[in-house]
């Protein structure tokens, strides 16, 4: 990665979490030609300890200890964890620092920030990039190139942390989009929990059938692949957004009946048609 870090506002960065994304935030951040420090903190010791070893993280530090220091604050937790360390912080920040976080699921921690008067300089940000493997060894440089990442105004006061926010996301190689925190919620519920929520029920399908996951062809490879994801991150995010996840549901449970019904009849046209439809909107 070539793009050159000299415009960004922050020297000293932080990361509170090294999974896949904290981790391959702070790997793309140190990959610029002028890297910030990084400070970070992980649950695990070992990840930690590989990070520095690594040096991509140049002080490792308590999540306390990284808000009262760095310009830049990234919460790369699940969103629990994250509201938890926003109240638990309030009077640590210094008072020119850029707050953020990474989760999937926006309301709750715009939220609790706007209720800190976090207004000035909180952005929610989601980036659309990842993958079914999680931790440390997962992350790299190039997880950002290209992907688009979803950022959450609170309000206009926070005009220049948003300004702050894309150029970080624009200097790793994301494209930052601005989009209020309910209509993102919505949004990923379909285009993110409802694809997650299919592979994980079409694996236990699978599962439970007594086929093995070795006995699967390429499509059966891709369809399930994000079944792999981890359970506790995925139980906390559902939950965060299940009063958006009903009609996602329901729409895939009527698309299911549709197609049995199909099958069930032999109706190779109601069939043929099924398929066309799904094939045309995702040439699109």
Known sequence: ?????????????????????????????????????????????????????????????????????????????????????????????????????????????????????????????????????????AARADLFAGARVWLTPLGPEGEAAMRAAELVWRAVGARPLRIEAEKHDRLVAWTSHLPQITATALAAAIAASGFPADALGPGGRDATRLAASPAALWEEILLANA??????????????????????????AAIHELFTHAAEWRSR
Not at 11 to 38: F, K, Q
């Open 1 to 137: 990665m070539t793009t050159d870090a000299g415009s960004l506002p922050f020297r000293r960065i932080g990361v509170v979490g090294l999974g896949l994304i904290g981790g391959s935030l702070a790997r793309a951040l140190r990959a610029l030609t002028s890297p910030p420090e990084i400070a970070a903190s992980s649950l695990d010791a070992a990840e930690l300890e590989a990070a520095v070893a690594e040096g991509i993280v140049q002080r490792p530090a308590s999540p306390a200890r990284i808000a009262a220091s760095a310009e830049l604050v990234i919460y790369a937790t699940p969103p629990a964890a994250t509201r938890a360390f926003l109240q638990a912080h309030a009077s640590r920040w210094r008072e020119d620092a850029l707050l953020m976080d990474v989760g999937s699921v926006k309301r709750g921690v715009v939220e609790q920030a706007r209720a800190l008067g976090l207004g000035a300089r909180f952005v929610g940000a989601h980036p659309m990039a990842g993958g079914e493997r999680a931790g440390w060894a």
């Open 243 to 268: 009063d958006l996840l009903e009609d996602p549901l329901l729409a895939m449970e009527g698309a299911l009946v549709k197609l049995t019904e199909a099958v069930r009849a032999r109706d190779g």
